[in-house]
C-alpha cells in the first residue's frame, strides 16, 4: 500500500467479499459486488491499457 503510490501507480480497490459456507440472503450481496467488481476491473483496464497485469491473491486476482 506504500510502494505502489510511491513509484507514481494508483490503487484502485474493488468491492469484493467472501461467500458464506451456508445459504444467506447475504451472498446476494455478494453477488452484486462481484458483477460491480468485475465491470470496474473491466473499465479501469481499458481506461489504463496495460501491458501485463499480475494477480497477486485474494478475491480481486480471482477476477482475471
Request: proline content about 6%; glycine content about 10%; cysteine-free.
Amino acid at each position: 500500500m506504500e510502494k505502489i503510490p510511491a513509484a507514481g501507480y494508483e490503487i484502485i480497490g474493488l468491492p469484493v467479499a467472501g461467500l458464506y459456507r451456508s445459504f444467506t440472503p447475504k451472498n446476494l450481496s455478494v453477488l452484486l459486488k462481484l458483477f460491480k467488481s468485475l465491470r470496474k476491473a473491466k473499465k479501469v483496464i481499458k481506461e489504463f491499457e496495460p501491458d501485463v497485469v499480475v494477480g497477486v491473491g485474494g478475491y480481486a486476482a480471482g477476477l482475471f
